[in-house]
T-cell receptor, first 118, second 110 residues
Framework: DAGVIQSPRHEVTEMGQEVTLRCKPI?????LFWYRQTMMRGLELLIY????????DSGMPEDRFSAKMPNASFSTLKIQPSEPRDSAVYFC????????????????FGPGTRLTVL | RKEVEQDPGPFNVPEGATVAFNCTYS??????FFWYRQDCRKEPKLLMS???SGNEDGRFTAQLNRASQYISLLIRDSKLSDSATYLC???????????FGSGTKLNVKP
């Protein structure tokens, strides 16, 4: 398996623009997580899904952020409108409890999207 | 109060040294515990899970003290390749919701 795939790897945009980050989890994983990492705040959980259903979005900073998971192999995190304080690395991670003999609580991270909002 | 607290370091140690990191967590109902490793400009990767009985993986030993709510990681015979940031992670909400510490940076020098 190719692992968790994220796109784009780098995004530079101007304040006020819409930004869409994309994630493809590992095939067969039923949990998907979106994190944000900054120097000041470290790694923060934004939202997570189970079987494509959002379970906990308490970490989403404000209404400008939204996340969707239309199917088991794709999720998006959207910021509209973007602001300079949204600049961070955004990670997507996936995990599974359904695979026999598997350490299901391990989360596998994608390479991240480095977002810069000017 | 943060869910997970770690000393940010950096810890600068020579090759072959033994180094130990600790972290504390605030929620006594936490259910799972891990150490993740993150290299510069890379994603975090699981280093090892931490069990109440303590566990060892080669040069790495992890311990959990539930009564005092702290987790430790011991690295023996440090290698240059151990240089990274080590993230203490605590799981809640039926093991799904992870809280990450801010990380402890380790620099192993020749």
């Amino acid at each position: 398996d190719a692992g968790v795939i994220q796109s784009p790897r780098h995004e530079v945009t101007e304040m006020g623009q819409e930004v869409t980050l994309r994630c493809k989890p590992i095939s067969g994983h039923d949990y998907l997580f979106w994190y944000r990492q900054t120097m000041m705040r470290g790694l923060e959980l934004l939202i997570y899904f189970n079987n494509n259903v959002p379970i906990d979005d308490s970490g989403m900073p404000e209404d400008r952020f939204s996340a969707k998971m239309p199917n088991a192999s794709f999720s998006t995190l959207k910021i509209q409108p973007s602001e300079p304080r949204d600049s961070a690395v955004y990670f997507c991670a996936s995990s599974s409890r359904r695979l026999a003999g598997y350490r299901g609580d391990e989360q596998f991270f994608g390479p991240g999207t480095r977002l810069t909002v000017l | 109060r943060k869910e997970v607290e770690q000393d940010p370091g950096p810890f600068n140690v020579p090759e072959g040294a033994t180094v130990a990191f600790n972290c504390t967590y605030s929620n006594s109902a936490s259910q799972s515990f891990f150490w993740y490793r993150q290299d510069c400009r890379k994603e975090p990767k699981l280093l090892m899970s931490v069990y109440s009985s303590g566990n060892e993986d080669g040069r790495f030993t992890a311990q959990l003290n539930r009564a005092s709510q702290y987790i430790s990681l011991l690295i023996r015979d440090s290698k240059l390749s151990d240089s990274a940031t080590y993230l203490c992670v605590v799981g809640q909400d039926n093991f799904n919701k992870f809280y990450f510490g801010s990380g402890t940076k380790l620099n192993v020098k020749p």
